[in-house]
């Protein structure tokens, strides 16, 4: 069976929405195995006051729960914004194979510079174990983000 890359996305909306209805910035992740998914995860930073529970970490940590180990290689990651610096470096120490994106921030709105999940996995020298896709549902990522943002001000 192909892999249904916005039918994923979806679901990391799902998450976003929840985030945002929290009070965090509203965004969200799916960890998928195959057709199978195997943990959600959303931003939990305002909720929990921790400055790591970013979507893509709780994700990862409601999949070593679920699974009952922490390799995931095999995994794709589905996130509806660019991950982090810290959020891409717990990615390729988990052994994800594939990063699936929606969103991503304008050059002028960049919290980390020039910084993108591609150069930083090139730093890394993590070419050749991690594939990026991007440019699912790029619209409806930025947009549940953007409505988020809106409704906070």
């Not at 009070?23 to 909720?47: F, K, Q, Y």
């Not at 594939?98 to 510079?113: D, F, I, S």
Request: proline letters at 3%; one cysteine or more.
């Amino acid at each position: 069976m192909a892999l249904d890359h916005d039918q994923f996305m979806r679901v990391a909306l799902e998450e976003a929405n929840k985030a945002g209805s929290e009070g965090n910035i509203a965004v969200g992740s799916v960890i998928t195995n195959g057709d199978a998914v195997v943990a959600r995860g959303r931003n939990l930073v305002s909720s929990t006051l921790d400055v790591t529970a970013h979507c893509e970490t709780d994700a990862l940590r409601n999949g070593g729960k679920a699974l009952g180990h922490v390799d995931f290689s095999g995994h794709t990651l589905y996130t509806t914004a660019e991950p982090c610096p810290m959020c891409c470096g717990a990615i390729m120490a988990s052994g994800i194979s594939t990063v699936v994106m929606g969103a991503r921030p304008e050059p002028a709105q960049r919290r980390y510079g020039d910084y993108t999940i591609e150069k930083l996995i090139q730093l890394a020298g993590f070419e050749e174990k991690l594939q990026v896709v991007t440019g699912i549902l790029p619209q409806e990522c930025a947009d549940v983000r953007r409505q988020w943002e809106e409704g906070t001000r």
